[in-house]
Protein backbone atom coordinates (compact mmCIF):
# COMPACT_ATOMS: atom_id res chain seq x y z
CA UNK A 1 0.00 0.00 0.00
CA UNK A 2 1.44 3.26 -0.59
CA UNK A 3 2.05 5.58 2.54
CA UNK A 4 0.08 8.23 2.96
CA UNK A 5 1.40 11.87 2.80
CA UNK A 6 -1.19 13.94 3.58
CA UNK A 7 -0.95 16.25 5.93
CA UNK A 8 -3.18 19.24 7.89
CA UNK A 9 -2.41 22.50 9.08
CA UNK A 10 -5.17 23.50 11.24
CA UNK A 11 -8.10 23.01 8.94
CA UNK A 12 -6.23 23.35 5.63
CA UNK A 13 -5.87 19.88 4.36
CA UNK A 14 -2.94 19.06 2.07
CA UNK A 15 -2.56 16.47 -0.15
CA UNK A 16 1.30 16.27 0.48
CA UNK A 17 3.29 18.48 2.97
CA UNK A 18 6.10 20.60 0.45
CA UNK A 19 4.49 23.80 0.45
CA UNK A 20 6.83 26.45 -1.85
CA UNK A 21 8.66 28.94 0.20
CA UNK A 22 7.12 32.81 -0.29
CA UNK A 23 9.32 34.72 -1.90
CA UNK A 24 10.50 31.95 -4.08
CA UNK A 25 7.95 31.12 -6.44
CA UNK A 26 6.53 34.18 -7.51
CA UNK A 27 2.95 33.21 -7.63
CA UNK A 28 3.64 30.01 -9.37
CA UNK A 29 3.03 31.43 -12.89
CA UNK A 30 6.82 31.05 -14.17
CA UNK A 31 7.29 27.47 -12.98
CA UNK A 32 3.96 26.42 -14.65
CA UNK A 33 5.93 26.45 -17.90
CA UNK A 34 8.22 23.44 -16.23
CA UNK A 35 5.97 21.58 -13.75
CA UNK A 36 2.58 21.10 -12.89
CA UNK A 37 1.73 23.65 -10.05
CA UNK A 38 -1.13 20.67 -8.76
CA UNK A 39 2.04 18.50 -7.70
CA UNK A 40 2.56 20.91 -4.66
CA UNK A 41 0.96 20.15 -1.54
CA UNK A 42 0.02 24.52 -1.41
CA UNK A 43 1.33 26.88 -3.07
CA UNK A 44 2.61 30.28 -0.68
CA UNK A 45 2.62 33.76 -2.55
CA UNK A 46 5.12 36.08 -2.66
CA UNK A 47 5.17 38.41 -0.39
CA UNK A 48 2.23 41.22 -0.42
CA UNK A 49 2.10 44.70 0.92
CA UNK A 50 -1.02 47.40 0.69
CA UNK A 51 0.59 48.96 -1.99
CA UNK A 52 3.33 48.16 -4.49
CA UNK A 53 6.97 48.17 -3.54
CA UNK A 54 9.76 48.58 -5.93
CA UNK A 55 12.33 46.91 -4.06
CA UNK A 56 16.05 47.22 -3.10
CA UNK A 57 18.19 48.83 -5.55
CA UNK A 58 21.70 47.96 -6.26
CA UNK A 59 23.08 44.19 -6.56
CA UNK A 60 20.16 41.73 -4.84
CA UNK A 61 21.33 38.47 -4.96
CA UNK A 62 24.48 37.16 -3.93
CA UNK A 63 25.97 33.66 -4.22
CA UNK A 64 27.94 32.41 -1.03
CA UNK A 65 29.03 29.07 0.07
CA UNK A 66 26.00 26.42 -0.24
CA UNK A 67 23.45 29.21 -0.36
CA UNK A 68 22.67 32.82 -1.01
CA UNK A 69 22.09 35.80 0.63
CA UNK A 70 19.44 37.93 -0.90
CA UNK A 71 18.29 41.64 -0.66
CA UNK A 72 15.15 42.09 -2.88
CA UNK A 73 12.91 44.31 -0.31
CA UNK A 74 9.81 42.13 -0.79
CA UNK A 75 9.36 43.91 -4.49
CA UNK A 76 5.18 43.50 -5.40
CA UNK A 77 2.58 45.14 -6.81
CA UNK A 78 0.46 45.66 -4.28
CA UNK A 79 -2.79 44.27 -3.10
CA UNK A 80 -4.78 45.84 -5.58
CA UNK A 81 -2.77 44.21 -8.77
CA UNK A 82 -2.89 41.19 -7.23
CA UNK A 83 -6.70 40.54 -6.49
CA UNK A 84 -7.37 41.67 -10.39
CA UNK A 85 -4.63 39.63 -11.96
CA UNK A 86 -3.24 36.87 -9.61
CA UNK A 87 -6.42 35.93 -7.64
CA UNK A 88 -8.26 34.46 -11.16
CA UNK A 89 -5.00 32.68 -12.06
CA UNK A 90 -4.68 31.35 -8.63
CA UNK A 91 -8.32 30.05 -8.38
CA UNK A 92 -7.48 27.69 -11.19
CA UNK A 93 -5.05 25.46 -8.82
CA UNK A 94 -6.41 23.01 -7.86
CA UNK A 95 -4.12 22.59 -4.39
CA UNK A 96 -4.69 25.54 -1.73
CA UNK A 97 -3.17 28.98 -2.09
CA UNK A 98 -1.46 30.51 1.04
CA UNK A 99 -0.94 34.20 0.38
CA UNK A 100 2.12 35.55 2.54
CA UNK A 101 1.37 39.15 3.64
CA UNK A 102 3.54 41.67 4.62
CA UNK A 103 3.38 45.17 6.61
CA UNK A 104 4.82 48.31 8.01
CA UNK A 105 2.12 48.84 10.97
CA UNK A 106 -0.60 46.35 12.48
CA UNK A 107 -3.47 48.06 10.04
CA UNK A 108 -1.48 47.06 7.28
CA UNK A 109 -1.67 43.66 8.72
CA UNK A 110 -5.65 44.01 9.44
CA UNK A 111 -6.50 45.78 5.89
CA UNK A 112 -4.98 43.25 3.63
CA UNK A 113 -6.14 40.41 5.73
CA UNK A 114 -10.20 42.10 5.40
CA UNK A 115 -9.19 42.71 1.61
CA UNK A 116 -8.20 38.66 1.40
CA UNK A 117 -10.82 36.98 3.21
CA UNK A 118 -13.72 36.68 1.01
CA UNK A 119 -11.95 35.16 -1.53
CA UNK A 120 -12.31 31.20 -1.50
CA UNK A 121 -9.56 30.75 -2.86
CA UNK A 122 -7.62 32.03 -0.41
CA UNK A 123 -6.77 28.81 1.83
CA UNK A 124 -4.95 30.58 4.32
CA UNK A 125 -2.62 33.50 5.32
CA UNK A 126 0.77 33.33 6.17
CA UNK A 127 1.87 36.04 7.97
CA UNK A 128 5.34 37.62 7.49
CA UNK A 129 6.75 38.92 10.30
CA UNK A 130 10.15 38.23 9.60
CA UNK A 131 11.63 39.84 6.47
CA UNK A 132 14.84 40.55 7.47
CA UNK A 133 14.98 43.56 3.90
CA UNK A 134 12.73 45.90 4.94
CA UNK A 135 13.62 49.00 7.06
CA UNK A 136 9.78 49.20 8.79
CA UNK A 137 7.65 46.79 9.77
CA UNK A 138 8.94 43.38 9.15
CA UNK A 139 11.55 41.67 11.15
CA UNK A 140 11.01 44.49 13.74
CA UNK A 141 7.65 43.15 14.47
CA UNK A 142 8.88 39.37 14.41
CA UNK A 143 11.53 40.08 16.57
CA UNK A 144 8.77 41.49 19.69
CA UNK A 145 7.10 38.59 21.26
CA UNK A 146 4.62 40.90 22.56
CA UNK A 147 3.92 42.66 19.00
CA UNK A 148 3.37 39.11 17.28
CA UNK A 149 0.71 38.60 20.20
CA UNK A 150 -0.74 41.39 19.38
CA UNK A 151 -0.69 41.17 15.78
CA UNK A 152 -2.00 37.71 15.93
CA UNK A 153 -4.86 38.22 17.61
CA UNK A 154 -6.08 40.94 15.98
CA UNK A 155 -5.73 39.12 12.69
CA UNK A 156 -7.48 36.33 14.53
CA UNK A 157 -11.03 38.43 14.68
CA UNK A 158 -10.75 39.40 11.26
CA UNK A 159 -10.50 36.16 9.59
CA UNK A 160 -11.41 32.58 10.31
CA UNK A 161 -8.73 31.16 7.61
CA UNK A 162 -5.87 29.24 9.38
CA UNK A 163 -3.28 31.90 10.01
CA UNK A 164 0.43 30.63 9.95
CA UNK A 165 3.12 33.35 11.45
CA UNK A 166 6.22 33.41 9.72
CA UNK A 167 9.50 33.38 11.94
CA UNK A 168 12.50 34.95 11.91
CA UNK A 169 15.79 33.27 13.46
CA UNK A 170 16.91 36.44 14.02
CA UNK A 171 16.05 36.38 17.54
CA UNK A 172 18.13 35.11 20.70
CA UNK A 173 14.62 33.19 21.35
CA UNK A 174 12.34 31.59 18.73
CA UNK A 175 10.38 29.86 21.15
CA UNK A 176 9.40 32.25 23.22
CA UNK A 177 7.78 34.07 19.61
CA UNK A 178 6.38 30.76 18.78
CA UNK A 179 4.55 30.90 22.23
CA UNK A 180 2.92 34.37 21.53
CA UNK A 181 1.96 33.06 18.25
CA UNK A 182 0.17 29.99 19.34
CA UNK A 183 -1.56 32.21 22.48
CA UNK A 184 -2.68 34.45 20.15
CA UNK A 185 -5.08 31.70 18.23
CA UNK A 186 -2.11 31.25 15.39
CA UNK A 187 -3.01 28.05 13.58
CA UNK A 188 0.49 26.92 12.98
CA UNK A 189 4.04 28.79 12.58
CA UNK A 190 6.25 28.60 9.90
CA UNK A 191 9.90 28.88 10.06
CA UNK A 192 12.73 30.16 9.45
CA UNK A 193 13.01 32.98 7.53
CA UNK A 194 16.23 33.93 6.10
CA UNK A 195 19.28 34.42 8.50
CA UNK A 196 20.61 37.86 8.18
CA UNK A 197 24.32 38.12 6.55
CA UNK A 198 26.62 40.00 4.33
CA UNK A 199 29.00 39.71 1.73
CA UNK A 200 32.05 41.87 1.27
CA UNK A 201 33.57 42.57 -2.31
CA UNK A 202 37.46 42.89 -1.45
CA UNK A 203 38.38 43.99 -4.78
CA UNK A 204 36.14 46.70 -4.10
CA UNK A 205 36.56 47.13 -0.55
CA UNK A 206 32.68 47.38 -0.17
CA UNK A 207 29.40 45.15 0.68
CA UNK A 208 28.52 43.44 -2.32
CA UNK A 209 24.80 43.80 -2.15
CA UNK A 210 23.23 47.31 -2.53
CA UNK A 211 21.17 47.11 0.80
CA UNK A 212 24.06 46.12 2.65
CA UNK A 213 22.90 43.23 4.30
CA UNK A 214 20.56 40.43 3.19
CA UNK A 215 18.79 37.01 4.28
CA UNK A 216 20.87 33.86 3.72
CA UNK A 217 19.17 30.86 2.70
CA UNK A 218 20.30 27.35 0.70
CA UNK A 219 22.06 24.29 2.48
CA UNK A 220 23.93 26.47 4.34
CA UNK A 221 21.32 27.27 6.73
CA UNK A 222 19.86 23.94 6.92
CA UNK A 223 21.56 22.74 10.36
CA UNK A 224 20.34 26.06 11.71
CA UNK A 225 16.29 25.96 10.69
CA UNK A 226 16.87 22.10 11.76
CA UNK A 227 17.94 23.27 15.38
CA UNK A 228 15.47 25.76 15.73
CA UNK A 229 12.33 23.68 14.67
CA UNK A 230 13.54 20.70 16.86
CA UNK A 231 13.57 23.10 19.74
CA UNK A 232 9.81 25.02 19.00
CA UNK A 233 8.41 21.72 18.59
CA UNK A 234 8.67 20.89 22.40
CA UNK A 235 7.33 24.18 23.05
CA UNK A 236 4.47 24.73 20.94
CA UNK A 237 1.56 22.05 20.23
CA UNK A 238 -0.15 24.04 16.82
CA UNK A 239 1.54 22.43 14.22
CA UNK A 240 4.90 23.73 12.85
CA UNK A 241 5.98 24.47 8.98
CA UNK A 242 9.37 23.63 8.28
CA UNK A 243 11.67 25.20 5.88
CA UNK A 244 15.00 26.57 5.68
CA UNK A 245 17.81 24.95 2.80
CA UNK A 246 16.09 21.78 1.94
CA UNK A 247 17.52 20.60 -1.44
CA UNK A 248 17.17 16.89 -1.04
CA UNK A 249 14.53 14.29 0.03
CA UNK A 250 16.84 13.74 2.94
CA UNK A 251 16.64 17.17 4.03
CA UNK A 252 13.02 17.05 3.97
CA UNK A 253 12.99 14.26 5.64
CA UNK A 254 14.75 15.54 8.67
CA UNK A 255 12.62 18.53 9.20
CA UNK A 256 9.73 15.82 9.67
CA UNK A 257 11.65 14.18 11.99
CA UNK A 258 12.38 17.15 14.13
CA UNK A 259 8.70 17.82 14.26
CA UNK A 260 7.25 19.78 10.86
CA UNK A 261 4.05 18.86 9.75
CA UNK A 262 4.75 20.28 6.45
CA UNK A 263 7.56 21.49 4.93
CA UNK A 264 8.15 24.33 2.34
CA UNK A 265 11.12 24.37 -0.45
CA UNK A 266 12.67 27.61 -1.67
CA UNK A 267 16.25 28.80 -3.09
CA UNK A 268 16.17 24.79 -4.45
CA UNK A 269 13.31 26.13 -6.77
CA UNK A 270 16.22 28.63 -8.41
CA UNK A 271 18.30 25.52 -9.41
CA UNK A 272 15.81 22.44 -9.41
CA UNK A 273 12.27 23.27 -10.63
CA UNK A 274 11.56 19.30 -10.14
CA UNK A 275 12.68 19.10 -6.74
CA UNK A 276 9.13 18.86 -5.14
CA UNK A 277 8.41 15.54 -7.54
CA UNK A 278 11.91 14.42 -6.73
CA UNK A 279 11.69 15.32 -3.13
CA UNK A 280 8.02 13.59 -2.69
CA UNK A 281 9.36 10.36 -4.82
CA UNK A 282 12.01 10.31 -2.46
CA UNK A 283 9.40 10.82 0.72
CA UNK A 284 7.50 7.55 -0.61
CA UNK A 285 10.56 5.87 -0.83
CA UNK A 286 11.78 6.14 2.70
CA UNK A 287 8.64 5.37 3.97
CA UNK A 288 8.30 2.45 2.50
CA UNK A 289 11.91 1.48 3.46
CA UNK A 290 10.59 2.58 6.95
CA UNK A 291 7.28 0.78 7.16
CA UNK A 292 5.83 4.29 7.86
CA UNK A 293 2.29 3.84 6.58
CA UNK A 294 1.31 8.12 7.03
CA UNK A 295 3.51 10.80 7.75
CA UNK A 296 1.76 11.21 11.08
CA UNK A 297 4.13 8.67 12.07
CA UNK A 298 7.30 10.30 11.49
CA UNK A 299 6.27 13.52 12.50
CA UNK A 300 8.63 14.70 16.04
CA UNK A 301 10.07 11.03 15.59
CA UNK A 302 13.70 12.07 16.07
CA UNK A 303 12.61 13.39 19.73
CA UNK A 304 11.36 10.05 20.96
CA UNK A 305 14.94 8.68 22.66
CA UNK A 306 15.03 11.59 25.03
CA UNK A 307 11.55 11.32 25.95
CA UNK A 308 11.54 7.68 26.72
CA UNK B 1 11.31 26.90 -22.24
CA UNK B 2 12.22 23.44 -21.43
CA UNK B 3 14.04 21.55 -18.37
CA UNK B 4 16.25 18.98 -20.24
CA UNK B 5 18.97 16.60 -19.51
CA UNK B 6 21.16 17.11 -22.34
CA UNK B 7 24.67 15.57 -23.49
CA UNK B 8 27.95 17.30 -23.82
CA UNK B 9 29.27 17.09 -27.23
CA UNK B 10 32.44 19.27 -26.90
CA UNK B 11 33.69 21.42 -24.17
CA UNK B 12 37.16 22.66 -25.34
CA UNK B 13 39.36 25.68 -24.33
CA UNK B 14 39.83 27.61 -27.39
CA UNK B 15 42.08 30.21 -26.24
CA UNK B 16 43.67 31.11 -22.57
CA UNK B 17 41.01 30.76 -20.32
CA UNK B 18 38.21 30.71 -22.70
CA UNK B 19 35.84 27.84 -23.71
CA UNK B 20 33.50 26.60 -26.06
CA UNK B 21 30.70 24.22 -24.78
CA UNK B 22 28.31 22.68 -27.29
CA UNK B 23 25.53 20.17 -26.14
CA UNK B 24 23.02 18.54 -28.25
CA UNK B 25 19.25 19.75 -27.75
CA UNK B 26 17.03 19.62 -30.78
CA UNK B 27 14.02 21.17 -28.81
CA UNK B 28 16.42 24.08 -27.33
CA UNK B 29 17.97 24.58 -30.46
CA UNK B 30 15.09 24.59 -32.38
CA UNK B 31 13.23 27.32 -29.84
CA UNK B 32 16.49 29.71 -29.44
CA UNK B 33 16.73 33.54 -30.62
CA UNK B 34 19.66 35.41 -30.78
CA UNK B 35 20.59 37.11 -27.38
CA UNK B 36 18.48 34.87 -25.17
CA UNK B 37 20.37 32.57 -22.78
CA UNK B 38 20.27 29.00 -21.39
CA UNK B 39 20.90 28.14 -17.16
CA UNK B 40 23.45 25.66 -16.65
CA UNK B 41 23.18 23.44 -13.67
CA UNK B 42 26.89 22.59 -12.19
CA UNK B 43 25.54 19.16 -11.25
CA UNK B 44 27.08 19.99 -7.55
CA UNK B 45 24.27 20.22 -5.89
CA UNK B 46 25.26 21.99 -2.63
CA UNK B 47 28.13 24.19 -3.23
CA UNK B 48 28.16 26.54 -5.40
CA UNK B 49 24.48 26.22 -5.54
CA UNK B 50 23.19 28.54 -8.74
CA UNK B 51 23.16 27.96 -12.36
CA UNK B 52 25.02 29.72 -14.10
CA UNK B 53 23.45 31.93 -17.35
CA UNK B 54 25.36 31.35 -20.36
CA UNK B 55 24.67 33.56 -23.68
CA UNK B 56 23.95 31.27 -26.77
CA UNK B 57 26.92 31.68 -29.12
CA UNK B 58 24.55 29.89 -31.51
CA UNK B 59 22.13 27.21 -32.19
CA UNK B 60 22.19 25.37 -35.31
CA UNK B 61 19.94 21.99 -36.07
CA UNK B 62 19.99 19.56 -32.88
CA UNK B 63 23.20 21.34 -31.43
CA UNK B 64 23.77 25.12 -29.02
CA UNK B 65 26.69 26.39 -28.27
CA UNK B 66 28.15 28.64 -25.68
CA UNK B 67 31.77 30.36 -25.06
CA UNK B 68 31.95 30.75 -21.41
CA UNK B 69 35.36 32.29 -19.90
CA UNK B 70 36.70 30.97 -16.22
CA UNK B 71 36.09 33.34 -13.92
CA UNK B 72 35.13 31.88 -10.60
CA UNK B 73 34.32 28.60 -9.33
CA UNK B 74 31.39 27.81 -11.65
CA UNK B 75 33.00 28.10 -14.53
CA UNK B 76 35.80 26.39 -13.03
CA UNK B 77 33.59 23.40 -12.73
CA UNK B 78 32.12 23.64 -16.03
CA UNK B 79 35.36 22.91 -17.53
CA UNK B 80 35.29 19.79 -16.06
CA UNK B 81 32.32 18.87 -18.49
CA UNK B 82 33.43 16.42 -20.48
CA UNK B 83 32.08 15.00 -24.13
CA UNK B 84 28.95 12.37 -23.27
CA UNK B 85 28.25 14.07 -19.61
CA UNK B 86 24.85 14.68 -18.94
CA UNK B 87 24.29 18.14 -17.57
CA UNK B 88 20.24 19.85 -16.66
CA UNK B 89 20.04 22.81 -18.56
CA UNK B 90 17.21 25.31 -18.66
CA UNK B 91 16.34 27.21 -21.94
CA UNK B 92 16.18 29.17 -23.89
CA UNK B 93 15.20 31.79 -21.79
CA UNK B 94 14.58 35.67 -21.45
CA UNK B 95 13.83 38.18 -24.40
CA UNK B 96 16.64 38.27 -27.40
CA UNK B 97 17.05 41.01 -30.11
CA UNK B 98 14.45 42.04 -31.84
CA UNK B 99 15.24 41.71 -35.77
CA UNK B 100 15.03 45.22 -37.56
CA UNK B 101 13.89 46.04 -41.24
CA UNK B 102 16.93 48.60 -41.69
CA UNK B 103 19.00 49.86 -44.03
CA UNK B 104 22.26 48.07 -42.51
CA UNK B 105 23.24 46.48 -39.00
CA UNK B 106 26.12 47.40 -36.87
CA UNK B 107 26.72 44.49 -34.56
CA UNK B 108 29.08 45.33 -31.79
CA UNK B 109 30.29 43.92 -29.22
CA UNK B 110 33.04 44.29 -26.47
CA UNK B 111 34.81 41.48 -24.87
CA UNK B 112 33.67 37.81 -24.64
CA UNK B 113 29.97 39.08 -23.79
CA UNK B 114 29.92 39.34 -27.20
CA UNK B 115 28.77 35.85 -27.96
CA UNK B 116 25.25 36.16 -28.47
CA UNK B 117 26.24 38.87 -31.58
CA UNK B 118 27.59 35.30 -33.82
CA UNK B 119 24.00 34.16 -33.29
CA UNK B 120 22.63 37.38 -34.53
CA UNK B 121 25.09 37.54 -37.39
CA UNK B 122 23.64 34.46 -39.03
CA UNK B 123 19.84 35.42 -38.54
CA UNK B 124 20.88 39.23 -40.28
CA UNK B 125 22.85 37.80 -43.14
CA UNK B 126 19.23 35.96 -44.28
CA UNK B 127 18.36 39.86 -45.06
CA UNK B 128 19.64 41.57 -48.05
CA UNK B 129 21.03 44.63 -46.43
CA UNK B 130 24.79 45.24 -45.05
CA UNK B 131 25.79 43.73 -41.90
CA UNK B 132 29.26 45.15 -40.28
CA UNK B 133 30.51 43.34 -37.18
CA UNK B 134 32.86 45.58 -34.85
CA UNK B 135 34.72 43.32 -32.07
CA UNK B 136 36.42 45.01 -29.74
CA UNK B 137 38.61 42.35 -26.83
CA UNK B 138 41.35 43.19 -24.24
CA UNK B 139 43.52 40.71 -25.85
CA UNK B 140 43.95 40.49 -29.53
CA UNK B 141 44.32 36.44 -29.17
CA UNK B 142 40.76 36.86 -28.05
CA UNK B 143 39.59 38.18 -31.77
CA UNK B 144 39.11 34.70 -33.44
CA UNK B 145 35.56 34.89 -32.41
CA UNK B 146 35.68 35.84 -36.02
CA UNK B 147 35.57 32.32 -36.80
CA UNK B 148 32.31 31.56 -35.64
CA UNK B 149 30.91 34.29 -37.98
CA UNK B 150 29.01 33.91 -41.11
CA UNK B 151 31.47 34.99 -44.35
CA UNK B 152 29.21 37.60 -45.84
CA UNK B 153 29.57 39.65 -42.67
CA UNK B 154 32.14 42.24 -43.02
CA UNK B 155 34.18 42.59 -39.75
CA UNK B 156 36.44 45.07 -37.77
CA UNK B 157 38.39 44.87 -34.70
CA UNK B 158 40.47 46.13 -32.15
CA UNK B 159 42.25 45.39 -29.05
CA UNK B 160 43.91 47.18 -26.24
CA UNK B 161 47.43 46.45 -27.22
CA UNK B 162 47.34 47.82 -30.66
CA UNK B 163 49.91 49.65 -31.79
CA UNK B 164 49.46 53.27 -31.79
CA UNK B 165 47.16 55.23 -34.03
CA UNK B 166 45.24 52.21 -34.54
CA UNK B 167 41.77 51.85 -32.28
CA UNK B 168 41.86 50.57 -29.35
CA UNK B 169 38.51 50.31 -28.49
CA UNK B 170 35.23 49.20 -30.33
CA UNK B 171 34.27 52.34 -30.06
CA UNK B 172 36.96 53.89 -32.29
CA UNK B 173 36.24 51.94 -34.95
CA UNK B 174 33.01 53.61 -35.09
CA UNK B 175 32.56 57.06 -36.30
CA UNK B 176 33.46 56.60 -39.78
CA UNK B 177 30.10 54.27 -40.08
CA UNK B 178 28.19 56.32 -38.79
CA UNK B 179 27.80 59.28 -41.36
CA UNK B 180 25.15 57.43 -42.95
CA UNK B 181 22.13 58.33 -44.20
CA UNK B 182 20.53 54.58 -43.98
CA UNK B 183 18.35 53.13 -41.40
CA UNK B 184 20.76 51.56 -39.08
CA UNK B 185 19.93 48.83 -36.60
CA UNK B 186 22.56 48.96 -33.79
CA UNK B 187 22.84 45.36 -31.70
CA UNK B 188 25.17 45.59 -28.71
CA UNK B 189 26.60 43.23 -26.15
CA UNK B 190 29.43 44.09 -24.04
CA UNK B 191 30.03 46.42 -20.92
CA UNK B 192 27.19 49.45 -19.53
CA UNK B 193 30.24 52.19 -20.24
CA UNK B 194 30.47 51.01 -23.64
CA UNK B 195 26.74 51.43 -24.50
CA UNK B 196 27.06 54.61 -23.06
CA UNK B 197 29.40 55.37 -25.40
CA UNK B 198 27.69 54.10 -28.36
CA UNK B 199 24.71 56.00 -27.73
CA UNK B 200 26.94 59.26 -27.36
CA UNK B 201 28.25 58.83 -30.43
CA UNK B 202 25.29 57.75 -31.88
CA UNK B 203 23.50 61.06 -30.76
CA UNK B 204 22.58 63.39 -33.49
CA UNK B 205 24.10 61.67 -36.56
CA UNK B 206 21.06 59.77 -38.22
CA UNK B 207 19.05 57.45 -37.45
CA UNK B 208 19.88 54.70 -35.20
CA UNK B 209 17.96 52.30 -33.07
CA UNK B 210 19.76 50.68 -30.38
CA UNK B 211 19.64 47.18 -28.67
CA UNK B 212 21.32 46.09 -25.86
CA UNK B 213 21.86 43.23 -23.52
CA UNK B 214 22.25 44.22 -19.99
CA UNK B 215 23.92 41.80 -17.52
CA UNK B 216 22.73 41.19 -14.13
CA UNK B 217 23.44 38.50 -11.27
CA UNK B 218 20.95 36.28 -11.71
CA UNK B 219 19.29 33.80 -9.30
CA UNK B 220 16.16 31.49 -10.88
CA UNK B 221 17.07 32.98 -14.67
CA UNK B 222 12.83 32.40 -14.85
CA UNK B 223 11.50 35.52 -13.16
CA UNK B 224 10.58 34.52 -9.77
CA UNK B 225 13.50 35.63 -7.41
CA UNK B 226 13.56 39.43 -8.73
CA UNK B 227 17.27 39.34 -7.87
CA UNK B 228 18.21 40.80 -11.47
CA UNK B 229 15.87 43.42 -11.44
CA UNK B 230 16.76 46.38 -13.82
CA UNK B 231 15.15 49.69 -14.17
CA UNK B 232 13.79 51.12 -17.43
CA UNK B 233 11.71 53.47 -18.24
CA UNK B 234 8.50 53.12 -19.92
CA UNK B 235 6.88 55.35 -22.68
CA UNK B 236 4.45 57.66 -22.42
CA UNK B 237 5.15 58.86 -19.37
CA UNK B 238 8.49 57.49 -18.86
CA UNK B 239 7.67 56.15 -15.77
CA UNK B 240 10.46 54.13 -13.82
CA UNK B 241 9.61 50.85 -12.96
CA UNK B 242 11.34 47.39 -12.17
CA UNK B 243 12.11 44.46 -15.01
CA UNK B 244 13.39 41.47 -14.81
CA UNK B 245 16.76 41.30 -17.22
CA UNK B 246 15.82 36.98 -17.49
CA UNK B 247 11.95 37.71 -18.48
CA UNK B 248 11.66 41.29 -20.21
CA UNK B 249 15.89 41.52 -20.97
CA UNK B 250 18.14 40.56 -21.43
CA UNK B 251 17.93 42.70 -24.69
CA UNK B 252 16.49 46.06 -24.24
CA UNK B 253 16.27 49.01 -26.02
CA UNK B 254 18.79 51.64 -24.63
CA UNK B 255 16.39 54.29 -24.61
CA UNK B 256 14.17 52.27 -22.23
CA UNK B 257 17.32 51.60 -19.78
CA UNK B 258 18.13 54.08 -17.11
CA UNK B 259 21.67 52.24 -16.10
CA UNK B 260 22.68 54.98 -13.38
CA UNK B 261 19.75 54.50 -11.49
CA UNK B 262 20.05 50.71 -11.72
Not at chain 1, 213 to 224: D, N
Not at chain 1, 290 to 305: I, K, T
Not at chain 2, 160 to 185: C, F, I, M, W, Y
Request: proline fraction near 6%.
Amino acid sequence: MEPKIQSRIGSLKLNNPLLTASGTYGNGREYSNYIDLNCWGGLVTKGLTLESRSGNSGIRIVETPAGILNSIGLQNPGIEYFIKEEIPFLEKLEIPVIVNIAGRRIRDYEELTRRLDPFSSVSALEVNVSCPNVREGGLAFGSNPGLVYEITARLREITTKPLIIKLTPNVADVGAIAIQAEKAGADAVSLINTLMGMEIDVERQKPMLGNIVGGLSGPAVKPVALRMIYQVYRQIKIPIIGMGGITQGEDAVAFLLAGARAIALGTVNFVNPRAPIEIKNYLLDYMHRHNFSSLEEMVGLAHQEREA
Amino acid sequence: MLQESVLIEKNEEIAPGLYFLKIKTAGMAGQAEPGQFIHINLGTIYDPLLRRPMSILNAQGETLSVLYQVVGRGTRIMTRFRPRDEIDVLGPLGKGFEIEDSGQNFLVGGGVGAAPLVFLAHRLIKKEVDNKFFLGMRERELLFIKDFLPEEVEFFSSHENSPRGEAKQVTDLLPPHLKTEKKTSLYCCGPEGMYREIASLCNDCGDFSIQVSIDRRMGCGVGTCLGCAVKVKKPPREELQLVRACIEGPVFRWQEVNIDGT
